[in-house]
């Protein structure tokens, strides 16, 4: 029977906790499919044959991946407005066991290091932005997907690992256009000394990306973005990722919306997370003393975050988002981790004067203390993306009841709008003037 550390057992606590708290808050969201209801009717009465149908003629958006995945969605949790909170449910805690299971914890430097690096995995705006309407079906899967691919490139080469590698990587492209950093992260991973991927494997990973993104261009409409645009969205996306500025990639509100205190502290721990990583990687050749080579924070590890980063920024070239950045979050969350543990075990073989080294761990208590804080604020963005969503739907009832004329369809439509109507539903007004200050009030839903 394999013993539990003391260590482990109370991250696994934290872990819990946290995902504890975002159910709670998934559970005041009687409506997460924002206001699609069509996409909604036809995931939960299209036959087999008009799903086909539907796309293969679908050019705009080509995600057969995620209609499959709603398709199941029903099938588990029944053709309920609730049946997505489940499901996002469900995914709260397969990220955390995840995340729980990338971490190393062997020690009590092991484990505030692992505390510090899963509050900022689900205090990050990428990671709640993913929690927002239907986003959990396509980009929140391909998150999941990104995990377990850095398991295989870190993994031995095994026949298991190459079948999961292109399985998943094909799943992933045909969920969403993001999908596609999957497999370029197994490519690029073995191409910078990663070992989990074959040659073989690598070279049938890059053919899907290369037909894949042949197939898209064929496809796409005329883009009506500029070109300014796109590498407006291009350059956006990397500082979001960092800082969650500027909100949607608008450069002209950067400056215009008010500096509240949860937006300082998002920016200025976004800039503490790549300091972090940049010193644990200026320390390698010391920390190897200490440190296997495989729990370094090395060159091979840098280039693949870094050309992760930039591929967020390439898929982005029609609009950007800040769930964008979600893709890069499972690398970020590693390195993180790993470098407060040399930072840590660096500070404890200086000799430098007690008041120096107080104000160097009063600052790393601060960084950690101030991630927890945006978990504390992901809660109550989540609780607010279900009355803005509910409002919605209250809003467009009659619009929709003009062109659905399904017995079926009405039924269903009612069952929604009951639900926005009837289940208890947070407001930015029902909190105390304190967390509307924090929150910002009306901005609430940008953070």
């Known amino acids: 029977m394999t013993q539990i550390s003391l260590q482990r057992l109370i991250l696994i606590f934290v872990a819990a906790a946290i995902i504890?708290?975002?159910?709670?808050?998934?559970?005041?969201?009687?409506?997460?499919?924002?206001?699609?209801?069509?996409?909604?009717?036809?995931?939960?009465?299209i036959s087999l044959r008009q799903f086909l149908e539907s796309v293969v003629g679908h050019t705009m958006f080509f995600r057969p991946g995620e209609h499959i995945l709603r398709t199941l969605l029903i099938a588990l949790f029944g053709s309920t407005p609730f049946a997505y909170n489940y499901f996002q449910m469900l995914f709260v805690i397969v990220a955390g066991i995840g995340a729980v299971s990338l971490i190393e914890c062997r020690d009590w430097t092991d484990a505030g290091a692992g505390i510090t690096a899963l509050t900022f995995f689900f205090g990050h705006h990428a990671f709640v932005s993913v929690m927002e309407a239907h986003i959990t079906l396509s980009n929140g899967l391909v998150l999941l997907i990104m995990m377990v691919s850095l398991w295989i490139l870190q993994s031995r080469?095994?026949?298991?690992?190459?079948?999961?590698?292109?399985?998943?990587?094909?799943?992933?492209?045909?969920?969403?256009?993001?999908?596609?950093?999957?497999?370029?992260?197994?490519?690029?991973?073995?191409?910078?000394?990663?070992?989990?991927?074959?040659?073989?494997?690598?070279?049938?990973?890059?053919?899907?990306?290369?037909?894949?993104?042949?197939?898209?261009?064929?496809?796409?409409?005329?883009?009506?973005?500029?070109?300014?645009?796109?590498?407006?969205?291009?350059?956006?996306?990397?500082?979001?990722?960092?800082?969650?500025?500027?909100?949607?990639?608008?450069?002209?509100?950067?400056?215009?919306?008010?500096?509240?205190?949860?937006?300082?502290?998002?920016?200025?721990?976004?800039?503490?997370?790549?300091?972090?990583?940049?010193?644990?990687?200026?320390?390698?050749?010391?920390?190897?003393?200490?440190?296997?080579?495989?729990e370094l924070v090395d060159g091979k590890w840098?280039?693949?975050?870094?050309s992760i980063v930039a591929a967020s920024a390439a898929v982005a070239f029609e609009y950007t988002r800040h769930r964008m950045g979600a893709m890069a979050l499972p690398v970020v969350f590693v390195l993180l981790h790993r470098s407060l543990r040399i930072v840590i075990w660096r500070l404890s073989t200086l000799n430098v004067r007690t008041p120096i080294m107080i104000a160097v761990v009063s600052l790393?208590?601060?960084?950690?203390?101030?991630?927890?804080?945006?978990?504390?604020?992901?809660?109550?963005?989540?609780?607010?993306?279900?009355?803005?969503?509910?409002?919605?739907?209250?809003?467009?009832?009659?619009k929709y009841r003009q062109y659905e004329a399904a017995p079926k369809a009405l039924s269903l439509l009612d069952s929604f709008f009951w639900a926005a109507q009837e289940m208890p539903w947070p407001t930015v007004e029902s909190d105390g003037p304190f967390i509307r200050h924090w929150l910002g009030d009306e901005d609430v839903m940008n953070r």
């Open 364 to 398: 790393l208590t601060v960084f950690s203390l101030g991630w927890s804080t945006r978990v504390a604020d992901g809660f109550f963005v989540i609780r607010y993306m279900g009355s803005k969503t509910m409002v919605d739907w209250i809003e467009h009832y009659q």
């Open 302 to 306: 840098m280039c693949l975050i870094l």
């Open 157 to 294: 080469q095994t026949l298991t690992s190459q079948v999961l590698a292109i399985a998943l990587s094909t799943l992933a492209v045909l969920t969403k256009e993001v999908g596609l950093l999957v497999p370029f992260t197994l490519v690029a991973g073995t191409a910078f000394g990663f070992r989990g991927v074959g040659r073989w494997t690598a070279a049938l990973l890059f053919l899907l990306m290369v037909s894949y993104v042949a197939f898209r261009l064929h496809t796409l409409p005329e883009l009506e973005t500029s070109s300014v645009e796109h590498l407006s969205n291009i350059i956006a996306t990397p500082v979001m990722i960092i800082t969650g500025e500027p909100f949607d990639g608008k450069w002209q509100e950067f400056l215009h919306r008010q500096f509240l205190p949860w937006r300082i502290i998002r920016i200025v721990l976004g800039l503490g997370t790549v300091l972090l990583i940049l010193i644990a990687f200026f320390l390698r050749k010391t920390a190897a003393k200490a440190f296997p080579q495989s």
């Open 20 to 45: 504890g708290l975002y159910i709670h808050a998934i559970l005041y969201l009687p409506i997460t499919f924002s206001d699609q209801f069509h996409d909604i009717y036809v995931s939960m009465t």
